[in-house]
């Protein structure tokens, strides 16, 4: 009898059993949703969703629960921001299975978080880019620094790769004069890889002088834009020589160098130190190719003394948002030209090596206004063609 009592009462006691348990569970997921909403759950998503970010989407986030969602870049995505409702490459991945499902988006608002791809702060403008991969593509540059030699590229090229939408090969590839040969996919292949909006680009001082570069670009892009650093060419002329002695010590004197018959005054313009400075000469060529609006010429000088004020006028020519500015840069006394307070991917101050800013040797005043005149009808000209003028023969 009493066995049967306790039989009629079990099944009751097992519902009871179940709804508690049932209790249990809800009351443990919430308080696992809670810890995740307060941003002390671990992830290893390469984009982590701050409390104050996620606040008001609580109900997104909860339908998801375990799953983790995934963003990444994609180069090939459209740029629809974060209201779109579409399909993306959203993944979700369920960590206790380890799987993968494709799922389609669904419309939801949530504000864009700040991204850093490669050890890169990414621009706003790529907020709703997503990839399986993140790393993008290589592409042949749009923009190019074709010149010219001693003219101060090699600290424009530094001072551009600060800002998030250039991305720039650092050493001269020599590609439209050296490496012509090797076709356009090994010319690719040493460009970085790039997300959709950043610009390509590399510098090669010797392009400006090579007769063969503007129409070997023009057939690789006839829209590639063309930058050109110019500097007064007796100024030029004199740091290409210094920076030739450092190397050959022996070679003969500057002045030397400049005539052919140093009695009748004769300038040696097949001297590659004077012919470079011929910058109408040059030009001319270039315009055979590429129309005038599609090259911009930075002054080395304002480069020295202005950097941001010429940054600025670079910045425009790409078509990009001023983000360098003078903020950017602090003028080192010892070297005598500008520095950058943070170089790109790097916390620290950064200047130019050594092998920048080397004293000149005296050079003897009767040879310096010598050139000054041989080179005063070819900066006029030079002048008049780019519509500004550079201020050599004041």
């Known amino acids: 009898m009493a066995f049967s009592r306790i039989s009629r009462l079990d099944p009751p006691s097992r519902g009871i ?5 049932v209790m249990l569970g809800s009351l443990l997921t919430s308080l696992f949703l809670l810890h995740c909403l307060t941003d002390r759950c671990s992830t290893s998503s390469p984009v982590k969703l701050s409390s104050s970010r996620v606040e008001g989407h609580n109900e997104y986030l909860g339908s998801i629960r375990s799953k983790r969602l995934v963003y990444e870049w994609t180069p090939e995505s459209e740029l629809t921001g974060y209201g779109a409702s579409r ?18 988006e669904e419309s939801f608002m949530l504000p864009p978080p700040d991204l850093v791809v490669s050890g890169r702060k990414v621009s706003p403008r790529f907020a709703g880019k997503l990839s399986p991969l993140g ?25 551009l790769r600060v800002h998030p939408d250039i991305r720039a090969v650092g050493a001269e590839p020599h590609f439209f004069d050296r490496n012509y040969d090797n076709g356009l996919e090994w010319y690719r292949d040493l460009m970085p890889k790039t997300l ?29 834009k063309l930058i050109v650093v110019v500097r007064d060419p007796v100024t030029r002329a004199i740091s290409d020589y210094t920076q030739t002695l450092s190397k050959k010590p022996d070679i003969p004197s500057f002045e030397s160098l400049t005539f052919k018959n140093r009695t009748t005054g004769l300038i040696d313009t097949s ?45 425009d020519f790409l078509g990009l948002k001023r983000i360098i500015t003078d903020k950017h840069f602090y003028f080192n006394q010892t070297k005598g030209f500008p520095c950058l307070k943070k170089a790109e991917g790097s916390s620290k101050p950064h200047c130019l090596g050594k092998t920048k800013g080397r004293t000149h040797p005296n050079i003897d005043p009767e040879v310096v206004q010598r050139l000054r ?10 002048y008049q063609m780019t519509g500004r003028f550079f201020g050599w023969d004041d």
């Not at 059993?17 to 348990?21: C, L, P, Y």
């Not at 680009?201 to 829209?223: N, Q, W």
């Not at 005149?373 to 030079?382: A, E, G, I, L, T």
Request: proline share 5%.
């Open 135 to 159: 790393e993008g593509s290589k592409k042949l540059p749009q923009a190019l620094i074709i010149g010219v030699k001693k003219g101060g590229t090699r600290a424009l090229l530094e001072f």
């Open 271 to 315: 001297w590659s130190a004077i012919q470079i400075g011929i910058y109408a000469k040059h030009l001319d060529n270039w315009l055979q190719y590429f129309p005038m609006d599609q090259i911009l010429f930075v002054s080395g000088e304002r480069l020295i003394s202005d950097p941001a004020g010429e940054l600025g006028r670079v910045q």
């Open 196 to 224: 959709e909006g950043q610009i390509t680009m590399e510098k090669t001082p010797s392009y400006f002088v090579t007769r063969e570069a503007p129409a070997r670009i023009s057939a690789m892009s006839r829209d590639t």
């Open 87 to 104: 399909r993306s490459s959203r993944v979700l991945t369920d960590e206790r299975a380890g799987q993968t499902l494709d799922q389609p």
């Open 373 to 382: 005149d041989f080179y005063r009808p070819f900066n006029m000209k030079f």
């Open 17 to 21: 059993s179940r709804r508690a348990a």
